[in-house]
């Protein structure tokens, strides 16, 4: 009879993580049966700023201490010979397996991630289609990395990435309750008692210190809210989303803006007098919708709690907040830092002046072929020739206008410049009912 085909990577990862859940829950219901009172973890050592899910909780479970030794030694001596052979080797696995920082190298949609552990160096590629938060290259992760027959799973995920800048501090201090202050950790360290609980502790304080931090001059939106994009995220059942794009598309002020394969794109706005902004409509939020995912981003903390309610009141139970994370401005300023800034600080202000004109023009410029978000992922040269979207490409340059009169006058760049190279001529938003120019 022929050997029995292994199943693809995809599915293999699903079967583990189905697996994984079914002995964590044999791994809690015999430490809460064995050690009552005595086992506690999370509860009053660990607050979470969101839902401490079952995820966030097997970040650390199976390194937990119980009576000076892990709760998965204890659960071996005492459980392991009624153990199955499946469920026995995903024990194993998971005592080769470590809680780390791992920063996404590479995006595989609808496949997985590539990510390196920032502290030992491993790399791995994790495959994890069911996963609901849609990571980004250069997001930082704590997770729990487990590999069974050439297949990698996060075993545990904590909800809120870092930064790559705040995911350093983390190592840093990490490195120090360690003892190992330069060069790679040791995968053995990471395994060692409590070392996840720690590396848990540490990610979650420096999410606290970040509410903390006194906030630097901001932009503002057009109703004066601090500029920061916020995006939530949402699980719902794939078999569902046609219910669920209907009740989005019936929220006051909401339309399709666009359709690719299983993505959709839905707009929420409100409507506005002319005489408060010279429009008709203000976007406030940008919904995607894809098969069992739901993103809504918007450009400041007040509208996304705002939208927040609106969805979830639309949606009721067809949806379920999964985490809420915020996009990183650093690779735009580092660009410009790269592009504008000069060998040697100029000692006449006047050309200091002029060399930054030249620089944000050079970068404007530049721009001009890159795809936006806030246009649908057309470039400003693509929107310009499609009527639909000369409002929200008008939009964009005035708020460049508005940042530019706040610059020096020496260092301001003309906006108009912009227009004048895609032929670009303002005009009054068409009706809603316009189709989309080709």
């Not at 705040?166 to 840093?172: D, I, L, M, Q, T």
């Not at 902004?277 to 995607?288: F, I, N």
Request: proline share 7%.
């Amino acid at each position: 009879m022929p050997a029995a085909r292994p199943l693809p990577l995809p599915r293999r990862a699903k079967t583990l993580l189905a697996l994984d859940q079914q002995v964590a829950e044999h791994v809690i219901a015999y430490a809460q049966r064995r050690f009552g009172e005595e086992w506690e973890p999370g509860d009053s050592a660990l607050r979470s700023p969101s839902d401490h899910s079952r995820s966030s909780m097997t970040l650390y479970l199976y390194d937990y201490l119980v009576r000076g030794r892990p709760i998965l030694a204890w659960y071996l001596a005492d459980e392991g010979a009624a153990l199955e052979p499946h469920e026995r080797v995903w024990v194993v696995a998971q005592q080769r397996a470590w809680t780390s920082i791992w920063e996404i190298t590479k995006v595989r949609r609808k496949v997985g991630v590539a990510v390196r552990d920032l502290l030992t160096g491993e790399e791995r590629f994790v495959h994890d289609t069911a996963n609901s938060f849609d990571g980004e290259e250069g997001d930082v992760l704590l997770a729990r990395v487990a590999e069974y027959d050439g297949c990698c799973v996060f075993s545990g995920l904590f909800p809120q990435p870092l930064p790559g800048r705040e995911a350093a501090r983390v190592a840093g201090s990490m490195r120090a309750h360690l003892g190992v202050p330069h060069g790679l950790v040791p995968s053995s360290r990471m395994r060692e008692p409590n070392a996840a609980f720690a590396l848990m502790a540490l990610w979650m304080k420096n999410i606290d210190d970040l509410t903390k931090r006194k906030p630097p001059p901001v932009v503002a939106n057009n109703d004066g809210e601090p500029l920061l994009m916020t995006l939530d995220h949402y699980a719902f059942d794939a078999a569902k989303i046609e219910t669920l794009a209907e009740r989005l598309l019936g929220m006051r002020d909401a339309e399709e803006t666009d359709r690719r394969g299983d993505l959709r794109q839905i707009w929420v706005g409100k409507r506005t007098s002319v005489a408060d902004t010279g429009w008709s409509r203000t976007l406030l939020a940008e919904a995607l919708l894809s098969p069992g995912k739901l993103r809504v981003e918007t450009n400041s903390l007040a509208r996304a709690d705002a939208m927040r309610v609106r969805v979830e009141e639309a949606c009721g139970k067809l949806v379920r907040h999964v985490a809420r994370t915020h996009r990183d401005s650093d690779q735009y300023l580092q660009r410009a830092k790269r592009e504008g800034s000069p060998q040697k600080p100029p000692r006449n202000p006047a050309e200091a002046a002029r060399r930054a004109r030249v620089a944000k023009e050079r970068t404007a410029a530049a721009m001009l072929d890159e795809p936006i978000g806030a246009l649908g992922g057309f470039t400003p040269r693509e929107a310009a020739s499609r009527p639909r979207w000369h409002f929200l490409l008008e939009m964009l340059f005035v708020a460049f206008e508005e940042i530019e009169a706040t610059a020096p006058p020496g260092s301001r760049f003309d906006v108009s410049k912009l227009r004048r190279k895609l032929r670009f001529r303002p005009s009054a938003p068409p009706p809603e009912s316009a189709s989309e120019g080709s």
